[in-house]
């Protein structure tokens, strides 16, 4: 059984990019367009959520409060793949609950590097 990975971002270019790489690599993809459609995209087995911090409707920051208030998401890994690079948003986002901050543009070896220490085997 693969595990599953949500992919938040506005981005459809991003969300592709991730989603093949992630995909190629054997996980199971789930993609969603901005915070408020990935709090409904919350269901079944989570292995790790990657998210954008600057999307409309509800941003990053506000998505990765609602799953770490949601009892069944509250220790799902989340990762920040944003533009954003400065110590108060990074600050902002592992006092939310995030285990890892990548910086945008970024290399899908990167991103899959960090997927593999957070998600359990």
Not at 12 to 34: F, K, N, P
Not at 73 to 88: N, R, S
């Amino acid at each position: 059984m693969s595990k599953r990975i949500l992919i938040v971002d506005d981005s459809a270019s991003v969300r592709q990019v991730a989603g093949m790489a992630l995909a190629r690599a054997g996980y199971e993809v789930v993609e969603a367009v901005d915070g408020e459609d990935g709090v409904s995209k919350l269901s079944g087995k989570l292995h790790l959520i990657i998210s954008d911090v600057n999307m409309p409707r509800l941003d990053g920051i506000g998505f990765l409060k609602a799953v770490k208030a949601h009892p069944g998401y509250k220790f799902t890994p989340v990762i920040m793949l944003t533009t954003e690079a400065g110590e108060d948003e990074k600050n902002q986002g592992r006092a939310a609950g995030a285990k890892a901050w990548i910086t945008k543009p970024f290399q899908p070896q990167t991103l899959l590097d960090a997927v593999s220490k957070l998600v359990l085997a």
